[in-house]
Every structure is written in structure tokens, then in C-alpha cells.
């Protein structure tokens, strides 16, 4: 079985869909198949080798919520490879799509998986099922802590069930999973980090609170 990971953050590296992703990989090369690795971070399509892209049996995509829905650059892409696909010869593929967001619920993301299925169900390819992650900035800090324990017990719990549905090429009802992490401490944490960068660009605390 062959399976294409499609990394469609803007980042070029150490983003959440690239932490993500690895987890995803990891278990999936223990099932025995095939993994190939893209990353879509620009708005056109590129892919060296469309004929060996085309020939996975699904593609797995993992993107940070933009503004309740698909980046831009990638909206571009899945465009692009809506009419690649309707050129090829017709052949059962499976998309699955994981969509991280910064807020701490991941029922913030069901718009967005559900634009990925209206995308998959009109490139004439068969929808397998969504993830949708809260607390999307911690992934890249808790890269260290194993799947199924602390705050990646959800996730853990989550991303097993996501990969039967994978590996069977099945379809199942979408997932949504949060940090085990409380929330006031997120919250927090995320305000930490923006007196951070408001003080790495000459900002005091007050500045972030002009206009509001």
C-alpha cells in the first residue's frame, strides 16, 4: 500500500503539521507500506513526479486553520491537483486530512475538513476521514513527550484510530481532540509568548493592547 503525506503548512520547517506528520509516519511504517513525504508551502503545484505522486492509494494532508478554513497557498495547490487528478486514469484514492488550529477546542477545524471533503468529493476522489486538533501551538514543544501519554494522551488516542481508517481505506466519522492540558494554563502561555515577540520588536506590554 502506498500513502502520500502531504505537509501543507506555509512553514518550511518546525511547524505543527511537520511535528504531526512525523507521529503519523512513524506508526504507518509499522504497518507495513509505503510512505512518500511532500510538502506543499507555496501556491504552485510542485511535484517532480506527478505519475509516481498519482500512484498512491490515498494522500494524507495535515494544515494549520487559516481563518476557519484551508490556507490560501494551498487552496491554490488542491485547485491545481484537482485538475492533474481528473486527468489521470481513473483510480480509487483516499484523502484524509489532519487540520491543527491555535484555539484550544478542535471543533474549531470542522470547516475546514468539511472544504476538504466538498474538495475531495468533486476531484472525484474518495473522502476517508478528518482530524481536527486544538492547541495547535503546543504540538511543536511536546514533540518529545510519546503519543497516548501527559498532554498527548488524546492525540495519541486519536491518531491510532486515524491510521486503521488509513491502512483499511476506510471512511469514518470526523475526530476532534484538544491537548490533556488545561486550558487557562494554554491560554496563558500563549500570552507569554506574544510579550515575547512584542518585546523582540521594541513593544511593551501596553502596545498590544492599542486600538482594542
Given amino acids: 500500500?502506498?500513502?502520500?503525506?502531504?505537509?501543507?503548512?506555509?512553514?518550511?520547517?518546525?511547524?505543527?503539521?511537520?511535528?504531526?506528520?512525523?507521529?503519523?509516519?512513524?506508526?504507518?511504517?509499522?504497518?507495513?507500506?509505503?510512505?512518500?513525504?511532500?510538502h506543499f508551502s507555496k501556491s504552485q503545484l510542485d511535484i517532480e513526479n506527478i505519475e509516481q505522486f498519482m500512484d498512491n492509494e490515498c494522500f494524507v494532508f495535515a494544515f494549520p486553520l487559516y481563518v476557519d478554513g484551508i490556507p490560501s497557498h494551498l487552496l491554490h495547490c488542491l485547485l491545481q491537483l484537482e485538475t492533474l487528478v481528473k486527468a489521470q486514469p481513473q483510480k480509487e484514492i483516499y484523502v484524509y486530512a489532519l487540520v491543527n488550529c491555535g484555539?484550544?477546542?478542535?471543533?474549531?477545524n470542522a470547516l475546514a475538513i468539511e472544504m476538504m471533503k466538498n474538495w475531495t468529493v468533486k476531484a472525484g476522489l474518495i473522502w476517508g476521514q478528518g482530524i481536527g486538533v486544538g492547541a495547535g501551538g503546543m504540538l511543536t514543544m511536546l514533540r518529545t513527550v510519546p503519543l497516548g501519554q501527559g498532554p498527548m494522551k488524546s492525540l495519541g488516542k486519536a491518531l491510532t484510530q486515524f491510521i486503521n481508517t488509513i491502512v483499511n481505506k476506510a471512511s469514518q466519522e470526523s475526530i476532534y481532540v484538544t491537548a490533556n492540558f488545561p486550558r487557562l494554563l494554554y491560554k496563558l502561555g500563549g500570552e507569554m509568548g506574544w510579550r515575547k515577540s512584542a518585546k523582540a520588536n521594541g513593544l511593551k506590554r501596553k502596545d498590544l493592547f492599542k486600538g482594542a
Wanted: aromatic fraction near 6%; glycine fraction near 4%.
Fill in 1 to 38: 500500500m502506498k500513502i502520500a503525506l502531504i505537509n501543507g503548512s506555509p512553514k518550511v520547517k518546525e511547524s505543527a503539521s511537520e511535528s504531526v506528520l512525523k507521529a503519523i509516519k512513524d506508526l504507518l511504517l509499522q504497518e507495513n507500506v509505503l510512505v512518500s513525504e511532500y
Fill in 103 to 108: 484555539f484550544y477546542e478542535g471543533h474549531q
